[in-house]
């Protein structure tokens, strides 16, 4: 033993010792007073000044970390810890980036379930509380029974989405099996003219949509919400890709065993696509219950509003104060809209992120 | 590749330098900004609107179905209902489709589409823009032929009971509305034709806090003049508030521009000339609206972060405001509050301020019923029968007032022989009577009712003056002020004709 | 004629499946294009209204209504009152600001989620959620958090809300960031951080997703090497990511020039804080805020909107083609 090599290990053990005292004074002061006065502006100074002496204590462990393993330590292990501890770090820095991004992307979720129960008197207070003190939950029932007619909003979403996504699906399994399976003039032709669609804009059809479904008379119906959007291009694109990885003997086998066309395809291709379909199913839905612009053009009726629609331009003042926003009713109606795009994403997770990365399109 | 950019940019280059060129053409379009308001309320009638009869006028007994939509709520669907029973049994052949759409917009967004498929319905709730946007396809039914000296003004039908009915309207009939009223009907281009009749109207009148005024001694204020000056009195007694609200920035605009006599807008010419309402005499009356604003005197519903200022008449707490003028279709939200069960002020009601108190001028608002033209004239004529029949029914008009807020269009002694809707005159106070309170008010005032032509791009000129005048408060002071308004008199005309071509 | 190895049996059977999609298509997406480019450069001169009026439908019915072929709906659309150049400038100002700044953000985020092991599926999964939510609905909760709250309209805010609030535990005061007389830069910050958040997800799956297939031979040599992180993020993850970079920036820029529903989801059908509806009008907004009343306008400014981002798309394949290594 080496007297200076142990009071070099005794200063070092001060020194930390003071360092991790004081980032956790700081931190504990910092939430304490985000707890009692959030309003106070030192709060934030107090809580990055905690951190910094944090991030610092723990760099000061780091290198000299070496200082209390103690003696009998080769250059190449030392070398070797000393990569290690880099590594560490860096990925303590990771994990904080990470962090920090998932608290500012989950930020907006959480504020809006907490308002949500709010009641008016404590959304209005000057310092906004973090946890509700007192819940209220007819806002959410309010969404229900009141002018906002969420029950209603739902039910036109769900049929436009139901109905419009089952005929969808008819569509572009047929003409994706057209496409996979058979052989006709022009179909290389065709295809690439379809695939020549999708570089266009949907502004540019929507004008014209407009004129021929007001030449219908569809304006205001479910219809106007349904059919000009049955065919995706797109769709039918990622089906015959599917499709095509099916291996051709299947089609030739059963063809053999004189199944029909139609047969074979809800026998064998379905099944075997069935990924790809999901995906579909769920944009499609999603598209239903997100779509906006349209919707609010054409079918803009108590008895055909969609859901995103009903809930942009539903009045949600306080009662007797027109103008006034009952947030926390906004917030409630919001949530109900969003649980059900949560609890599919919950469930269909790895489908809905198959289909995303292949479109680059919402919906 | 490199072809290709060069393709796009070599047309879009042309394209733009096509569109420049012919920017330069437009702009030198007629602009006459220098002529007279032509006083389109003042217009003698045309004797005929195109209509003609068929043989033998109208048939009692062929059945014939029509439409009515309009955006009566459930209590005034009921007393509809009940009126077009008793229609049914004067013409048990005219069988009447009423049905609700949404609101004003909808009705009018629904009959736009139907027009294009000529598919419209008889008879709808409108107003007088979206009667010049119909008649942009000639679709609505000029009234002439039936007026007084019209056509066929002397016409009439027998019905089965053996009575004879006017089909016509009766000069008796027609002096039961109110002129004001009666005149937005044939506000359309050269004010010639009457396409609408007034259904239920509402304007605007001055709510005050009676109780303030009696304990301060002041008097409640005819004129702009005297409303400033008031309004420095009130600032001085409580300096807290703010003495003066009014709810639409659009009515104060148009409202003074027909009390000043100055342009507004034109039904007919190029697109430069219907908006006339960038001129000395509005921009001047603008400044001095800027000038009281940033004195504090007053404010407005969009100013007031878009709600109604009575909310600040009925506030109990600072900032109140003590004068406030809105809607007689929203009285009853300037019932003074209860405080312990008692009112914490009465309220009176009075004219708004004027220029010339001689003559005054209120706006006139609220739906009418206009008819649009059919293949079936017997379709016209039943159509024709019940809008006659609802508009001059004493007791339709007193049961759809008491219901709605709105006031009847027809004058008050007609009005007052209905024993329900005297009953609710009676009643007039200024805490829980304040609705029948201001009714009374209007009615009184009839001489005052005035509207603004309506055209295609009418109602986007009313929005957008209403817009001016914020963005002339937008000031923070004296100094920016011109510079402000003229920014925005310049904005507002620009989007207006943006709009219409 | 051509010559055919395998006669081509399933002619008829082939385009009865086709039908329903060649009929939709056909009304819905291949008239339109005709249709859409015919009316842009339909106008009348109407002695009515006395002025260069685009085609709209109803008035079109109208027998006695002619229609010319000419510039003037581009002219309308690109001169008198400027909404639509207010529209251009707005959308051109929030892509120009958006795309770039989500850009590097999702690159770092990938790489980043990349080297972890850990919490990889609970990060990635929490990155995604923007992505399933309701456009509309979550920007009416960023329109909350960034709007003050009063408890009667006139007095002072009770709240400066919840933004202003985090801000001002950093010695920030309270800016008013969409509420009556707020600046033209405060609303157009709002907006970039609602497109960026909202955006990050789809860059981010794209991004990991190449990140993953990216071979990693390539960064054992470099390790073998002695190459710092930073030189091999620059010199092998960039070019290897290149494709996919391009692929998001161009959907970006697609994206970025259509976008309509942030705006509506923050400010409303208005389009604007109160008092200045129409500021933050957008390529898309001016279009659907058209087509009911002059579907004259709304073609050609439909048509200019295809114009620009044909040519960003192209400019951006050019360039790409260049730096990008496949």
């Known amino acids: 033993m080496k007297r200076s090599e142990t009071s070099a290990r005794k200063i070092c053990i001060v020194v930390m010792g003071l360092f991790g005292a004081l980032a956790a004074v700081m931190l504990l002061t910092a939430i304490c007073i985000f707890c009692l006065a959030p309003a106070a502006k030192w709060a934030g100074f107090c809580l990055i000044a905690g951190a910094v002496v944090a991030v610092a204590f723990l760099l000061f462990f780091a290198y000299n970390l070496g200082k209390f393993a103690g003696e009998n330590e080769d250059a190449i292990t030392a070398a070797a810890r000393r990569q290690k501890i880099k590594k560490v770090l860096i990925y303590i820095g990771i994990y904080t980036f990470l962090t920090v991004i998932a608290i500012t992307v989950l930020f907006p979720f959480y504020f809006m379930l907490i308002s949500s129960v709010k009641t008016v008197d404590e959304y209005q207070l000057a310092t906004p509380t973090l946890w509700p003190r007192e819940f209220r939950w007819s806002t959410y029932a309010a969404a229900f029974t009141g002018d906002l007619h969420l029950g209603r909003l739902f039910l036109n979403t769900v049929i436009v989405g139901v109905v419009s996504t089952l005929l969808s699906l008819v569509v572009t399994v047929l003409s994706a099996y057209a496409f996979a399976r058979l052989e006709f003039r022009g179909k290389n032709v065709l295809f690439a003219l379809l695939l020549a669609t999708m570089m266009i804009p949907g502004e540019l059809f929507t004008v014209t949509n407009y004129i021929t479904v007001s030449a219908f008379h569809w304006l205001h119906t479910f219809a106007v919400l349904i059919v000009p959007f049955l065919v995706s291009v797109f769709y039918i694109y990622l089906l015959r890709q599917n499709f095509m990885q099916i291996p051709n003997e299947l089609y030739l086998a059963a063809k053999v065993d004189g199944t029909s066309d139609l047969k074979y395809l809800w026998k064998v291709m379905i099944p075997l696509s069935a990924p790809t379909l999901i995906s579909i199913t769920i944009l499609k839905m999603m598209g239903s219950w997100n779509s906006y612009m349209w919707p609010q053009l054409v079918a803009n009726d108590t008895l055909h509003r969609l859901v995103t629609v009903g809930i942009r331009q539903a009045d949600f003042s306080i009662s007797g104060q027109p103008g006034m926003t009952d947030f926390p009713a906004q917030m409630a109606a919001i949530v109900l809209v969003t649980i059900p795009l949560l609890l599919v994403f919950i469930f269909f997770r790895k489908y809905i992120m198959r289909g995303v990365s292949r479109s680059g399109i919402k919906g | ?501 | 004629m051509s010559k055919t190895k395998e006669k081509p049996k399933n002619n008829l059977r082939a385009w009865l499946y086709l039908t329903p999609a060649i009929v939709i298509l056909l009304v819905f997406t291949v008239w339109p294009i005709i249709n859409t480019i015919r009316i842009a450069f339909l106008c009348r001169w109407d002695s009515n209204l006395a002025a260069v009026v685009g085609y709209d439908y109803q008035t079109a019915m109208n027998p006695n209504i002619h229609y010319q072929f000419g510039f003037n709906n581009f002219v309308n659309v690109l001169s008198a009152g400027n909404s639509f150049l207010t529209a251009l400038g707005n959308t051109m100002l929030l892509t120009v600001l958006t795309v770039p700044i989500s850009t590097m953000l999702a690159l770092l985020i990938a790489v980043a989620l990349n080297s972890i092991k850990p919490l990889k599926k609970v990060f990635q999964t929490i990155f995604f959620l923007p992505y399933v939510t309701n456009a509309i609905a979550i920007g009416m909760v960023f329109a909350a958090m960034f709007s003050m709250v009063r408890r009667t309209p006139t007095t002072d805010p009770t709240s400066v809300g919840i933004i202003n609030n985090l801000f001002g535990l950093f010695g920030g005061s309270p800016v008013n960031w969409m509420d009556r007389g707020s600046s033209y830069w405060a609303n157009i910050a709002v907006l970039v951080i609602y497109i960026v958040w909202n955006a990050l997800p789809f860059k981010i799956l794209v991004l990991l997703g190449g990140l993953q297939s990216v071979n990693k031979q390539y960064y054992d040599a470099a390790k073998v090497d002695g190459a710092s992180r930073w030189r091999i993020f620059w010199r092998i993850t960039v070019p290897m990511l290149s494709p996919m970079i391009a692929y998001v920036v161009i959907t970006g820029f697609i994206g970025g020039f259509k976008e309509y529903t942030s705006v509506v989801g923050i400010f409303g059908d208005d389009m604007g804080p109160y008092g200045k509806p129409g500021r933050l009008d957008t390529m898309v907004g001016f279009i659907y805020n058209s087509i009911p009343h002059n579907q004259g306008k709304a073609s050609a400014a439909a048509l200019i909107l295809f114009v620009i981002i044909f040519a960003v798309t192209m400019i951006n394949l050019y360039v790409s083609k260049k730096k990008v290594h496949y």
């Open chain 2, 1 to 501: 590749m490199k072809n290709k950019i060069g393709a796009i940019i070599l047309a879009s280059t042309m394209l733009c330098t096509v569109a420049v060129g012919f920017t330069g053409c437009i702009q030198e379009g007629e602009i006459n900004n220098g002529s007279t308001v032509d006083d389109l309320a003042n217009v003698p009638l045309a004797t005929s609107g195109g209509f003609v009869m068929p043989e033998g006028g109208f048939d009692i007994t062929k059945p014939v179905e029509i439409t009515f939509y309009h955006t009566m709520g459930k209590v005034l669907q009921e007393k509809l209902d009940y009126q077009l029973e008793l229609f049914k049994e004067l013409f048990p052949n005219i069988t009447v489709k009423a049905s609700k759409y949404g609101n004003y917009d909808d009705v009018h967004t629904q009959i736009s589409t139907e027009i294009s498929a000529s598919n419209q319905p008889n008879i709808a709730y409108c107003y007088g823009d979206h009667v010049a946007d119909y008649n942009v396809s000639n679709a609505v039914f000029a009234m002439n032929d039936f007026l007084p000296g019209g056509t066929y003004a002397n016409e009439t039908v027998t019905l089965e009971s053996g009575k004879v009915y006017n089909l016509g309207l009766t000069e008796a009939e027609q002096k039961m509305f109110i002129e004001g009223f009666y005149n937005e009907g044939h506000m359309f281009d050269d004010g010639k034709m009457m396409y609408m009749l007034p259904f239920a109207k509402s304007t605007e009148v001055m709510f005050y806090n009676k109780d303030f005024f009696e304990d301060n001694n002041l008097k409640v204020p005819t004129t702009w003049d005297e409303l400033w000056d008031t309004c420095e009195r009130i600032l001085e007694i409580d300096p807290e508030c703010i003495p003066f609200g009014y709810d639409s920035e659009s009515n104060l605009f148009i409202t003074l521009c027909e009390q000043n006599d100055s342009a507004y807008t034109y039904p007919t010419g190029t697109a430069v000339n219907r908006f006339r309402f960038d001129n000395e005499k509005n921009r001047a009356f603008v400044q001095s609206l800027t000038k009281n604003f940033l004195n504090g005197y007053f404010t407005t519903q969009e100013l007031n972060n878009g709600t109604y200022t009575s909310n600040l008449f009925t506030s109990l707490v600072e900032p109140k405001c003590y004068m406030c003028v809105g809607s007689t279709a929203g009285g009853q939200y300037q019932k003074p509050p209860l405080v312990n069960g008692e009112y914490a002020f009465e309220a009176g009601i009075a004219q708004i301020p004027q220029v010339d108190p001689a003559h005054p001028k209120a706006i006139s608002q609220g739906p009418s019923v206009c008819i649009f033209k059919d293949k079936d004239p017997q379709k016209v004529l039943a159509s024709w029968l019940l809008v006659k029949y609802l508009t001059t029914n004493i007791e339709f008009q007193a049961d759809f007032s008491i219901d709605s807020g709105y006031m009847p269009p027809i004058k008050m002694e007609y009005m007052e022989t209905c024993e329900a809707y005297k009953a609710q005159l009676d009643e007039a106070n200024g805490t829980t009577g304040i609705a029948a309170l201001s009714a009374k008010m209007c009615l009184e005032q009839k001489d005052a009712y005035f509207t603004s032509p309506a055209f295609v791009g009418s109602s986007k000129a009313r929005t957008e003056v209403g817009l001016l005048i914020q963005a002339a408060f937008d000031a923070q002071n004296l100094e920016e002020m011109d510079e402000k308004i003229d920014q925005a008199f310049k904005d507002a005309v620009n989007r207006c004709i943006d709009f219409i071509t």
